[in-house]
């Protein structure tokens, strides 16, 4: 804990959470700045950090099973909550940090190029996948026919294309800002779009649109409001912390032990990546956000044709109204 | 008693099917069987539903089954054969996976006990099977094909090093320590290294699997040779055996047993190994299926891939043995 | 010249505590072309040792085994060897297994034929495709005598070959080697713990110490072929060897010398 | 043979010391070994290095590994007991190690024939466990805790179970049939289900692991029990013995040898689980600290945790084996 | 009243064949207390299928086994059985073997003096913590004869005990039979295919006749103990045995009955 910390009330008022966060992952910063900062503690709350199954089906079964209480994730969780997993997002947490690459050499320009190519992928239903399937509805490709998608874990993903067994590759940062960085990779489609370029807002990539989300567990928003509250807090203080503090949020990443040390991880890169994804928990865009999403998703055929719209979204959004 | 007569082959076989089907004839089990599963076909049409669910196609899974059963015991009831014994034996277990179903359709459709997504019933899972059949088709061609070739190679190198190291005490020397240490190697630390190594990723995917299968197997095969008796080896010297011949007359078929324990074994674990494979560069299977199924948390599909991989399992797993009791029928109790 | 010489074979093992044992000591003697020899012998005085030295399966520590006066290195067909239980390959059918041996010298077109012949002269018919666990001892022995005649071998080495039987299937082996002697002329060395068979089927029986295994006497039997195991003379002849054997006194309990050596 | 005299069960030890330690001891091989790895320090020390890499820890590794080579030799020259047959035996093994270490170190290290982030030097490894070392500490710790519980769970079920179906055909035919199924049931199926059934995340990362060992073990145990010949249980029932006896002093004690083989085989698949299941709820873990290290495509953790996992596989193998060579010391040829 | 008394026991089985045969027809027999009595008769004629009855390993499918006028329905520790191989179990000492059915019924304070006076009794001092395989075939047959004894049977059953072994080892353990028959006086029935043996130690010999195994005759031993295998008495009873058995013609090559059913 830091002096801030220590100010907080002495006694946990609203009593201990788990928030699967341990993955090594650079964006996850309001999980680790919220408990490292004390921004949990002030709010009341008795963080518990643990490993993060990243797989949507075991975090579902966490949550539902009440052993994850929040987390931060991306806005792929929508199928799995028209399936029934038992978690609301709470507002966007920071803008893209997904990008569909192509390698340095590639033919591939723009979006149009893509059709009848093979397009690397983290896993069937992530959210590179969603993010690139937008941008080509945007194009008039078929996100279903027009491309062949093929699964690679996410750090292989720049190999495989180097290797030429895909085309392009959606994928993540930090992964995908090393593949720029050091391998020349070349971005077609970049959702975090804060400049409001006009070519990335063409192919559906909002201005400013969030790309991860606060979800918090149904359970608790029904049963102790309160307490989901005060993780919202936790997240928005904690989300505005790192917004300010960049290169400090990548320090305590590093330092702590969240994110492991590489030549390319290093307190530079990595506070490049966390100023670029302009953390902040925005309520409300965070939900017209998802209603956007709901509609792209149902449209590229990955919610089920007779989605209702509205229904959906109550189901997968929660407005903590927070004064 | 064996001879070379057809006549008594044929009472041999008679003999050795009473050996595994030991639950006697009895018509009253037979009988309740069927019952068991009008029993679960009535009560799934009868009573309401809560969830959401087509019961067509778990209908007519019901109605083959019954089918199924009254034919086999038609035909065992006038006949005395391998239908009669083989049905007879199995009549019991019928029944209880008869009431299994009517247990499993009460708590999850009809009073959602548990709920869904997590439960589901076995309705629901056959109409998913029904919805996704093109797509499952195909991941099951696709997954048999990556695992039939993997288990294979697989297989070949186990038994390979594994007839080295139990016959030359210097190639196990040399060998196993390393062997034995890259054989702990999880998998997930393997595939990074398999995609820099191997040229396509569909050969890296074979040599995950083929890697769960050949430690086993290597494993029972050292076993399998040391195990066999040195009379066999002196006899075949004295009768002027080569090397090669030794190993291809004595040595491979005195292993065979402990090489099937080792296939036996490593089956299990190659299924497990062929969802983790088909994360690298898969474009269908049943384990990119599932993997997807889960990404988007649609557990019913997750279940409709494990029903099918139980069903391929038992499958491979009734054909093996067939092979096995083939291949071992010089030895005493069959298997 | 004799078939077989052994000239002051000595054989010194390792036991299991450590310690080295003259198994072997000074063995000499020869067996001529068509002899039948039995080697007779308390319980680990080496008769099997000294068989795996003729076969050459194992090789002396001093002295030379000779045949056609060629020094014996390793095992080949031209030296058949039965073991006590066979060793039938129990996953090879009884055809097979008898013609496992032909299979190596004459390839996969071997003397069908044969074959055959064996198995009839085996009394075998009808369990050709039998495997060795659905025979019974006596005919998984007969099988395993076959499978070693049948590559008429030089020089036949039985090591016990009815030890492991029941005394009327062991009679009945016993007039099979006889047959089989009686009709090839196969050179023949039998060990065994019988004196009776000794007596019933060999010309000369070369009687052994206990440990260290030396030759007490060899002695030549005087009864002509065909021999009644009822007769005096057989009895007598008998009585003989169980004399030289010194098969002594029953009155007491002892754990003697060649249990305390297994 | 066997007395009871202490003398003679030293020259027993002795005598099955030889039957192990075959390799006879060589001053020459010796000698060998300790020059490879000296090579290898100098190689390492005075070429220059491709990568940025600290040596240091290498450099101690190779000096403690010499160290240790120096003592056993000289040991082994001036006493005949076990350290001599011992470090007589391994000494060719020693070389090629040191071999090893020399190529891996030019081909990344110092040429970059293969090149980061894929490939590592082992300085780099060591550095790397340098750094991490008290999070590796408790890392080892934690799994080591996690997996000992698993690994005695599922193997008590695993045994538990065999000795059920090897013994009692009923329980056979009710059980085997199911088993078998959910036997195959692969791991990444299973774990939203564990997560949803088990009240805390520790219970189902347990589950999970202890999964992967009971259906090896339980394969293995039916089959050894089978296996007992029957004499031993009519023996037994003219002495007056219960059937609790005859579980306790015929079956377990006979299906043993495969139980080991059981255990053994678990192992391997048993580590490749431990990986998997840490992805749920731990805190810290070597499976832990793979997916995190993968987190950003950290190899040298991925591997650092590898080495040790690799390590404390070996120890925990030497035991079993220690153990099961003692439990199993009434068998004809020791293992 | 008689110790055993065997009633028109009948025992029929399903052969390989799955044809029905009758192994044992019609047998019928008494035992007195402390009598020895040996059964002879061709390998398969039903011999350890009558021994097992009696043990009460299996039922009859017609008459009845009594001892001690109770009808036997299944084995316990009041009939000793000693099989052809012993049987020790293989993972337990020696002492262990020995002790293992005092364990059972006094429980794990069990009278340890008794055990290693059984040691000594069997001459298997020093041997004591050895495992079966570690020890020479006879000393386990005496190991496993221990067994059954320190239990103090009523009736102890031998199925061929002595058939494994070779000649002189063999005679070591019939006279082991025959001390400790004669210090502790239990009754006992030795199923064997030795003439020799069953004449050596037997008051009476039931002869069987091969299948059905009926039994043909039993026959009253005369000769005093101790006996002299040598001697003239010995040898002419020993005829008398041999005739009953009808042990046939050996000139000709025969798969008899016995093999052919096994
Ligand atoms: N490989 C070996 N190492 C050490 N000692 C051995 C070895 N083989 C045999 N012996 C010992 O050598 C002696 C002779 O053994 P061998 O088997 O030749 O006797 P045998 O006369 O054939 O006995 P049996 O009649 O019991 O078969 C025995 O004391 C035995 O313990
Ligand atoms: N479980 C069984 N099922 C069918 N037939 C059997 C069974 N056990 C024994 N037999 C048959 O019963 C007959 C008698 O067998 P048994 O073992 O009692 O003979 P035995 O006199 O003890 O022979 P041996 O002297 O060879 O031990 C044999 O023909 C045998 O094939
Ligand atoms: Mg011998
Ligand atoms: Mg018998």
């Avoid at chain 1, 709350?45 to 199954?53: D, E, M, R, S």
């Avoid at chain 1, 507002?91 to 093979?118: A, E």
């Avoid at chain 2, 036996?264 to 599932?290: C, D, H, N, Q, R």
């Avoid at chain 3, 795996?52 to 067909?77: F, H, M, N």
């Amino acid at each position: 804990g830091s002096n801030s910390a220590n100010k907080g009330t002495s006694t946990y008022k609203y009593g201990s959470i788990t928030v699967p966060a341990k993955d090594g992952s650079v964006c996850n910063a309001p999980n680790y700045i919220a408990y490292e900062k004390g921004f949990f503690k002030q709010n009341g709350i008795k963080a518990k950090l643990v490993a993060n199954p990243r797989d949507i089906s075991d975090l579902e079964a966490g949550f539902a099973s009440g052993k994850y209480d929040a987390q931060n994730g991306d806005f792929q969780y929508l199928p799995a909550i028209q399936n029934g997993a038992q978690i609301k997002a709470a507002g966007g947490i920071h803008q893209g940090c997904i990008k569909l690459l192509v390698p340095k050499n590639s033919k591939i320009n723009n979006v149009k190029d893509l059709r009848g190519k093979t397009i690397g992928i983290p896993a069937q239903g992530s959210t590179p996948q969603y993010v690139t399937s937008i941008a080509l509805q945007h194009a008039g490709i078929d996100p279903k026919k027009d491309v062949t998608w093929k699964v690679y874990s996410t750090d292989l993903l720049a190999k495989a294309a180097q290797k030429g067994e895909v085309d392009a590759i959606g994928t993540v940062d930090p992964y995908a800002y090393q593949a720029q960085k050091q391998n020349g990779f070349k971005t077609i489609i970049d959702n975090n779009n804060a400049s409001g370029n006009a070519k990335q807002a063409a192919m559906g990539m909002k201005k400013q649109g969030s790309c991860c989300y606060l979800y918090i567990s149904n359970k608790l928003i029904n049963n102790d409001t309160p307490k989901a509250k005060a993780i919202v807090k936790s997240y928005q203080e904690a989300a505005e912390w790192i917004n300010k503090h960049p290169e400090q949020t990548a320090k305590i990443e590093l330092s702590k032990g969240y994110v492991s040390k590489t030549k390319f991880i290093n307190v530079k890169n990595v506070s490049e990546i966390l100023r670029t994804e302009r953390f902040h928990l925005n309520l409300k865009k965070g939900k017209s956000d998802l209603s956007y999403y709901i509609q792209q998703l149902k449209e590229a055929g990955y919610l089920k044709k007779n989605t209702n719209n509205k229904q959906l979204l109550k189901q997968a959004y929660w407005n903590p109204k927070m004064n | 008693m064996q001879a070379s007569g057809k006549q008594e082959r044929k009472l041999l076989q008679q003999h050795e099917r009473e050996r595994k089907y030991w639950k006697k004839w009895s018509v009253g089990w037979n009988v309740f069987s069927v019952v068991t599963l009008v029993v679960a076909y009535l009560e799934n049409a009868l009573l309401a539903t809560r969830e959401t669910v087509d019961n067509t196609y778990y209908h007519w899974f019901l109605i083959a089954y019954i089918a199924y059963l009254v034919i086999v015991y038609v035909v065992g009831q006038v006949t005395h054969g391998g239908v009669r014994s083989y049905s007879g034996h199995f009549a019991q277990l019928n029944s209880s996976i008869g009431i299994l179903l009517i247990v499993q359709d009460l708590i999850t459709e009809k009073f959602a006990i548990m709920e869904l997504p997590f439960f589901v019933s076995f309705a629901q899972i056959l109409q998913q099977i029904h919805e996704d059949a093109k797509l499952l088709w195909e991941s099951t061609l696709s997954s048999l094909g990556l695992w039939a070739i993997s288990f294979v190679v697989g297989t070949l190198i186990g038994v390979v090093l594994g007839l080295l190291m139990g016959r030359y005490r210097q190639f196990n020397y040399w060998a196993f320590p390393y062997l034995k240490v890259i054989g702990i190697i999880p998998a997930a630390a393997w595939m990074p290294l398999t995609m820099v190594i191997f040229p396509t990723s569909y050969l890296a995917e074979i040599f995950l699997i083929a890697f769960s299968v050949w430690f086993p197997v290597a494993f029972m095969t050292i076993g399998g040779v040391q195990g066999i008796s040195k009379d066999y080896f002196e006899s075949a010297k004295t009768l002027g055996f080569s090397e090669a011949q030794i190993v291809r007359k004595i040595v491979i078929p005195g292993a065979l047993p402990s090489i099937f324990i080792g296939i036996f074994t490593a089956m299990g674990l190659s299924f497990t190994m062929l969802v983790i494979s088909e994360m690298i560069g898969a474009k269908v299977g049943l384990g990119w299926y599932i993997n997807w199924a889960k990404g988007v948390g649609n557990y019913t599909q997750v279940y409709a891939a494990i029903v099918i991989m139980a069903l391929l399992f038992s499958i491979i797993f009734a054909i093996f043995s067939k092979v096995q009791a083939r291949l071992l029928r010089w030895r005493e109790n069959g298997n | 010249m004799s078939l077989l010489e052994v000239n002051n074979v000595n054989r010194v093992l390792t036991d299991n505590n450590g310690a080295q044992v003259n198994v072997l000591q000074n063995i000499n003697f020869d067996v001529q072309q068509s002899e039948f020899v039995s080697l007779i012998g308390p319980s680990g005085c080496g008769k099997t040792t000294l068989l795996r030295l003729i076969s050459g399966l194992d090789r002396p520590e001093g002295g030379t085994v000779k045949v056609k006066d060629e020094l014996v290195t390793k095992p080949d067909a031209s030296r058949g060897y039965v073991f006590q239980h066979g060793s039938l390959f129990p996953w090879e059918t009884i055809r097979d297994n008898i013609a496992a041996g032909l299979r190596v010298t004459q390839g996969r077109h071997f003397d069908k034929q044969l074959v055959d012949r064996y198995i009839a002269l085996m009394g075998l018919q009808g369990f050709e495709s039998a495997f060795p666990h659905q025979v019974s001892g006596g005919m998984a022995q007969r099988a395993a005598l076959a499978r070693s005649i049948i590559m008429h071998p030089e020089l036949l080495l039985l090591d016990e070959p009815m030890g492991a039987l029941d005394a009327f299937t062991r009679a009945d082996i016993q007039n099979v080697i006889y047959r089989v002697w009686q009709q090839t002329k196969t050179t023949m060395i039998l060990v065994t713990h019988d004196i009776d068979e000794a007596v019933y089927l060999s010309q000369r029986i070369i009687v052994m110490t206990p440990r260290p295994g030396q030759i007490k006497q060899i002695v030549t039997n005087p009864l002509p072929y065909p021999r009644q195991r009822t007769s005096d003379d057989f009895l007598k002849f008998r009585q003989t060897i169980q004399d030289l054997l010194d098969f002594g006194s029953h009155d007491q309990l002892v754990t003697d010398s060649k249990e305390k050596a297994k």
